[in-house]
């Protein structure tokens, strides 16, 4: 088992996001479970989306750039027939449409609109910068705000299954890329709306979800550990 001050030396975790935290909840989380004053994440994760998320600590955290740009790969719904001003649940859906003349077909062709190296205009309630302020507040005080498509790669945009208005999907892309924004286009291409109603992060270049630990299991292995060290 390791040793507590393992973490201060240098760590790479592999932690399951729980679902409505942010991603420096986690951080801060493990930073007082680990006693240790450098932590870092190496992508955010919104607070509706669960999943991989990768957190350094110590000496590792000079590693999360390279963590960073690795490609990621996604599961989650699309919900049809509608949009979000944050294109998710984090604000009420609103215009609604009817979505009763979609074909399965339809649906299925319309990524393929989304796959390749594209142009994606991040949502403008999201941390980016401009002007020296984080554009989700400069949103919610009813501000104006335009952003800059950005270059991205989507190497696959899969839909698994279609329940109604609920597509189910898979995403394989580079990093930058906002799964809400493409949720938003994605609808809009389609003429009814659309917004991200799920979301979990499954893999980060080799590592995969299913290797991580939750906030639970990190806390007992921690426990586990300065038990040994003691006796």
């Given at each position: 088992m390791q040793k507590q001050n393992s973490f201060e030396e240098g760590r790479m975790l592999l932690i399951n996001k729980p679902l409505r935290w942010t991603s420096f909840d986690a951080v801060r989380k493990i930073r007082n479970l680990t006693k240790t004053k450098k932590v870092g994440h190496?992508?955010?994760?919104?607070?509706?989306a669960t999943g991989l998320l990768i957190v350094c600590t110590g000496k590792f955290t000079k590693k999360i750039n390279e963590y960073m740009a690795q490609e990621k790969e996604y599961t989650g719904t699309i919900t049809l027939g509608a949009i979000t001003p944050t294109y998710d649940l984090e604000s009420e859906p609103k215009d609604f449409k009817s979505i009763e003349h979609l074909q399965p077909e339809e649906i299925e062709k319309a990524t393929q609109q989304f796959t390749g190296n594209i142009?994606?205009?991040?949502?403008?309630?999201?941390?980016?910068?401009?002007?020296?302020?984080?554009?989700?507040?400069?949103?919610?005080?009813?501000?104006d705000v335009k952003l800059d498509p950005r270059p991205i790669t989507i190497s696959e945009f899969s839909v698994e299954k279609i329940d109604r208005a609920v597509v189910y999907f898979k995403v394989v892309c580079s990093t930058g890329t906002y799964i809400r924004s493409l949720a938003n286009d994605f609808g809009a291409a389609l003429g009814v709306g659309g917004y991200l109603s799920s979301l979990c992060r499954t893999r980060i270049g080799k590592f995969l979800l299913k290797d991580a630990l939750t906030i639970e299991q990190l806390e007992a292995e921690i426990k586990q550990s300065a038990i040994s060290n003691q006796q």
């Open positions: 190496a992508g955010t994760l919104d607070p509706l142009l994606q205009t991040p949502p403008i309630h999201s941390a980016i910068k401009k002007d020296g302020q984080r554009v989700y507040e400069l949103a919610r005080k009813g501000q």
